[in-house]
């Protein structure tokens, strides 16, 4: 499933985009300002990004500049301004479009759609055999299965690699102890579903720097663990 961010302030024209993505089968997260919509963008999880203009702490312009000094993905600027100089200045930034405000929902998923599909072409057959993900000081060879904290090699067994991968993958979300027993072991196992709790905490002891505090996995009590971005 293609994940987009959409990086915009006003939260009905978000829902609404959210909704119309959603319906047509994207993931989709959101963030009301231009400084979390940086750090999330330069996580490496997301295919599309919905960009506005106009945000607080930081504006699309410079956002748009950041992403593209550092990672390849379509990026499309949704805004109120008509002007042509933003347009030109958006574009001349590495936008891959520029849809003004109001639009067509219709419109705006066909462009998504549209961006997807010339970016897969453009770039699938180029992309490198190793897929590596990055977050957060955290670098996740998965086709190596391999993972560094702060450019150091850790090593971690198969489960682990698994569910830190699972996890990572699925940023955000909470899951409980038997969904990731589930998704990571199998109905099928053999096994109590405290191991997941037993792997979790390998796992922090490896890649955080304060197990009683930590950075990336979190424990939500009463409902499970997610991976925070």
């Given at each position: 499933m ?11 024209i ?52 950041q ?149 990336y ?13």
């Amino acid at each position: 499933m293609k994940k987009i961010l959409i990086i915009e302030d006003e939260l009905s024209i978000a829902e609404l985009e959210r909704d119309y993505l959603e319906i047509n089968g994207y993931a989709v997260e959101i963030a009301k300002d231009g400084e979390t919509g940086l750090k999330k963008a330069k996580s490496g999880y997301f295919d599309l990004i919905l960009l506005d203009l106009m945000l607080p702490k930081v504006d699309g312009f410079e956002i748009c500049r950041q992403i593209r000094n550092e990672i390849n993905i379509p990026i499309l600027m949704v805004s109120a301004r008509k002007e042509d100089i933003d347009k030109i200045r958006g574009l001349g930034l590495g936008a891959d479009d520029y849809i003004t405000k109001p639009f067509n929902p219709g419109e705006l998923v066909a462009r998504v759609k549209a961006h997807l599909a010339r970016f897969e072409r453009l770039v699938g057959k180029a992309k490198p055999q190793s897929e590596i993900i990055h977050v957060r000081g955290i670098s996740i060879d998965k086709h190596a299965r391999r993972v560094y904290v702060n450019n150091s090699e850790v090593i971690l067994t198969t489960k682990e690699f698994d569910l830190l991968l699972f996890l990572v993958q699925n940023p955000n979300r909470v899951f409980s102890k038997e969904e990731l027993f589930d998704k990571i072991w199998g109905m099928d196992s053999v096994g109590e579903i405290a191991t997941v709790t037993v792997h979790i905490g390998k796992i922090r002891e490896k890649i955080e720097m304060d197990t009683s505090n930590p950075q990336y996995i979190e424990t939500i009590w009463g409902a499970g663990y997610r991976f925070k971005v």
